[in-house]
């Protein structure tokens, strides 16, 4: 009776290791065939043409070294119909083994991809670091984000691509850009990496920002960022819906974790409301309208240095004189794009005894994430105009 179950023999010719795995399939083979292929009590004795069966049935029990209780069935059949009926049983079992096999492996295969489906891995660009951090805090562990413009000592207004950047874009998923003309670069990119299925969005779309010469530099806008991030979250769970619940929580996150700045700024507004200030560039253009502070010195200047342009004689005569008589409270440098210009007004600052605030177009590696960044700028706004 070993004979029966002894399994295929290229199983029995492999070493000890694969001897237990012989008996392990002996095992599946003798037991899955004979659960599937016994018949019911009932139609079994009726089948059964006569106590032939039982009388073997009782033999084998007493017989055999087989203790498996299911097995005993199958072994009088063999008995009874025979070696045509032993070979196609342990055909049908070995088959049953193979098909289990393959079922069991492409169910696996199956899950697997489904979880990949459902829950991946988003690919982000982020034009800028500060959107490429709001976003990788609003998608956790289910994105990775690459920032193309992150260096703090270049001017974003002057970046060029590189092919590198373009490289990353080829397998983004969803590309998050500034718009306004701030990353004008991107559609150059974009058109240059095509790639199905990528999403863009442009936070000028999600805060509907239009006008005349709208300020580009709309991150300052703290009030406006919960817009962004529910819109961050939206797209995020469209391309990653089993993690939807994640990325709304953490956009409330987010959002929550904007109200010391807002505090600070609304502070600022109670007791700072009217004050006169000067900035070099309109980086921190919506800080300051949020804050209620006004603009001391002619715009044109700071439209000029942001255009790359010198600005005219008579705004630098009128900026010079807001510092000397110091009837501008704070002068507010962005100390990221410098020039021979801007360095002459800060060092009249220091000497006119009006403090300086710096402040920087893109997240600087030194602060912890975009509000840490938000906030210690506005403290030391406040402590400048007198805390
Ligand atoms: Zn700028």
């Not at 209780?69 to 032993?86: I, N, P």
């Not at 210009?341 to 006119?352: G, P, V, Y």
């Not at 710096?358 to 840490?372: I, K």
């Amino acid at each position: 009776m070993a004979r029966i179950f002894r399994g295929p023999p290229w199983l029995g010719l492999a070493g000890a290791p694969m001897t237990i795995m012989a008996r392990l399939a002996e095992r599946i083979v003798a037991t899955v065939p004979t659960m599937i292929m016994r018949p019911a009590p009932g139609r079994y004795t009726q089948r059964s043409p006569s106590n032939i069966l039982s009388a073997s049935l009782t033999r084998d029990v007493n017989d055999s070294h087989y203790r498996y209780g299911t097995q005993y069935v199958t072994v009088a059949m063999y008995r009874h119909w025979g070696d045509s009926a032993l070979r196609t049983h342990r055909r049908a079992g070995w088959l049953v083994v193979v098909c289990a096999t393959t079922l069991s492996l492409a169910l696996t295969a199956c899950s697997s991809a489904d979880e990949s489906a459902n829950s991946k891995t988003v690919t982000v660009v982020a034009a800028e670091n500060f959107w490429g951090d709001i976003v990788s805090q609003i998608g956790g562990a289910h994105v990775k984000v690459t920032s193309i413009i992150s260096d703090p000592n270049t001017d974003p207004h002057e970046y060029e691509s590189s092919a590198q950047n373009a490289a990353s874009l080829a397998t983004a998923d969803f590309v998050l850009e500034n718009g306004l003309g701030y990353d004008a670069f991107m559609d150059k990119l974009l058109a240059a990496s095509p790639h199905d299925g990528r999403d863009v969005l442009s936070v000028e779309k999600i805060l509907n920002v239009t006008g005349d010469n709208p300020n580009p530099h709309i991150w300052y806008d703290a009030a406006e960022l919960p817009k962004v991030a529910a819109a961050i979250a939206g797209e995020l769970g469209h391309l990653d819906p089993t993690d939807q619940a994640a990325f709304t929580a953490n956009a409330q996150t987010f959002d929550q974790s904007l109200q010391p700045l807002l505090s600070v700024i609304a502070t600022i507004k109670n007791k700072y409301h009217g004050t006169k200030i000067a900035f070099t560039e309109r980086v921190p253009g919506y800080l300051v309208d949020a804050a209620g502070l006004v603009l001391g010195v002619p715009a044109s200047f700071a439209q000029s240095v942001e255009d790359g342009s010198d600005p005219s004689p008579s705004d630098t005569a009128a900026f010079n004189a807001a510092l000397t008589s110091k009837t501008v409270k704070v002068l507010l440098y962005n100390s990221q794009v410098t020039d021979d210009e801007t360095t002459k007004i800060k060092q009249l600052a220091t000497s006119s005894g009006v403090p300086i605030v710096g402040v920087t177009e893109t997240l600087p590696p030194t602060d912890r994430d975009f509000q840490a960044w938000q906030l210690r700028q506005a403290q030391q706004l406040l402590t400048a105009l007198g805390g």
